[in-house]
């Protein structure tokens, strides 16, 4: 049976974990995947009421905030919901975490697929609706689902790739696979995880 909207967003808020200010997230302070930069643009983001919007804030997020954030401005604001609903969890999920790079993505994979011209502008418009709708009749849909699991995961190595101080993400500090990787993974059927031996190799030169 398919998983509701509310269900996929709790599953995105267990996912992201509690209250993190890390200096080197270009997110800023955050919570349950809630950046301080999203609730800046939130009508009610003022959440205690001092007259600004801050780290404490975020703080005072709840799981049923980010919950409706997400629902509203992740999944139906960019027409998620009018994509392929297989596709529906990974793309919601990438895009809490990477906003319209998350379109962006698909539409490159799309562009692969099926040699579209698709311009690469991360909104889910008419075209690029209609043209991923297309490409997904074309093919086999769990295929698709892990094309794009495995672009996700090729996009968080890259970036680590050129951000070095990035790579905690994609990296633990015992040289196995960060939380980038594991979260791209989980929408990968498990034939196409990375084995450790590969993932070393991937990151060999990292140092």
Known sequence: MART???????????????????????????????IHTL??????????????????????????????????????????????????TVFDMYVNAGANAVKILQRLVNRMITSELAIDGVLGPHTLGTVRAAWDQGSPDRFVDAYGIARRNYYFRIADHRPRLRKFAQTRAGGKGGWIKRAEEFISPNFHLTDADFQARVAAWG
């Open 5 to 35: 909207v509310q269900q996929m967003a709790k599953e995105i808020v267990d996912r992201e974990g509690g209250f993190v200010n890390d200096p080197d997230d270009p997110g800023g302070a955050t919570k349950y995947g809630v950046t």
């Open 40 to 89: 800046r643009n939130i009508p009610w983001g003022d959440l205690d009421g001092d007259g600004d919007i801050d780290a404490m804030d975020v703080r005072a997020l709840t799981k049923a905030h980010a919950e409706t954030i997400f629902v509203e401005r992740y999944f139906f604001g960019p027409r998620i919901n009018e994509l392929p609903e297989a596709l529906h969890a």
